[in-house]
């Protein structure tokens, strides 16, 4: 399963997933990996969760961040919950068509290996394409 939380900013998504996350941390059976931009989130996310800041990585493409996440999973085969905040920051690219070809990846991954991701778009969702917005709110 693959869901998306955008708006524009400062409407609350990072409070959002942070809500999610801790919540998702304590109830999961599996790991739960949170990939973020910055140190931004270091006290407000639950210690049962693992936190990455992505800077650290170098991940400035779609293609790298896909790599990085295929490369947790191999490290990792009881992850279960992948939340991305801030993806365009971490991808380094804010193009709606390569967007959607990430979120369509991360369903097949996703969905292959049993892992749900949830993740924040900073952006109008009025103006995100159809391929984009079907991943909203699901």
């Given amino acids: 399963m693959v869901k998306v939380i955008m708006g524009v900013r400062g409407l609350g998504k990072t409070k959002q997933m942070i809500d999610l996350i801790n919540a998702r941390s304590r109830e999961s059976e599996g790991a739960t990996v949170c990939l973020v931009h910055g140190r931004k989130l270091n006290f407000d ?9 992505t800077t650290d990585y170098n991940i400035k493409s779609y293609q790298v961040l896909r790599g990085f996440i295929t490369g947790i999973y191999a490290g990792n085969y009881d992850l279960k919950d992948v939340f991305i905040d801030s993806l365009f920051k971490i991808s380094n ?3 709606m068509n390569d967007c959607e070809r990430f979120l369509s990846w991360c ?7 049993n892992i749900d991701f949830t993740i924040s778009i900073s952006a109008d969702p009025d103006t995100a394409p159809q391929a984009v917005k079907k991943y909203i709110g699901s």
């Avoid at 996310?45 to 800041?53: E, F, K």
């Avoid at 369903?107 to 290996?113: A, D, K, L, V």
Wanted: aromatic fraction near 6%.
């Fill in 45 to 53: 996310i639950s210690h049962n969760a693992r936190l990455i800041d």
């Fill in 107 to 113: 369903e097949t991954f996703g969905g292959e290996n």
């Fill in 93 to 95: 690219n804010n193009d």
